[in-house]
């Protein structure tokens, strides 16, 4: 069974086009597409390994399956809901993905955008060439556990 996912991201929520001094709801448009140039778009088809027992004996019995967005364009998946204890096992990935890019800066204004732009472009630029959007680590368990015969696409 594969799942498809796609997904856009915001790396700057707080940055925010000026409004310009007419009537209505009127944004200046260059600011808008300076913003928007910056939104990342991903998707990908991610094979999945057969659900451990304790989720159910099959996907037609699985309560849930959830989606763990990372930083730097990682997600995994998990079965049924976190069990006990199993939490700080999420934090460490959450971390260990961290490590893999650069983080960006904090941009409110066009001001910020132009003392940070060839940082962002580079830190876009980055964020595009790395090929994997399922944890490394968490692929090489799946084929150690001979659960998913997995290449490298994208």
């Not at 991201?9 to 009537?23: D, K």
């Not at 990372?70 to 961290?98: D, H, M, V």
């Not at 876009?124 to 150690?144: D, T």
Request: glycine content about 6%; proline content about 10%; some cysteine.
């Amino acid at each position: 069974m594969t799942m498809h996912i796609s997904w856009k991201l915001l790396p700057y929520p707080g940055w925010q086009a000026r409004g310009l001094n007419l009537p209505g709801m009127n944004l200046d448009h260059n600011e808008v597409n300076i913003i928007k140039q910056y939104d990342e778009y991903y998707s990908t088809d991610i094979p999945l390994p057969p659900p451990p027992p304790s989720a159910g004996d099959d996907f037609g019995e699985v309560a849930n399956i959830t989606v763990h967005f990372l930083p730097c364009n990682q997600i995994f998946i998990t079965y049924g809901t976190i069990e006990e204890g199993q939490q700080r096992e999420y934090w460490k990935q959450f971390a260990e993905s961290q490590k893999l890019c650069t983080p960006r800066p904090s941009i409110k204004s066009m001001a910020d955008y132009r003392k940070n732009k060839a940082k962002m472009d580079a830190i876009k630029a980055e964020r595009e060439k790395i090929p994997q959007i399922i944890l490394p680590r968490y692929i090489k368990q799946l084929e150690a556990e001979g659960k998913l015969p997995v290449s490298s696409q994208k």
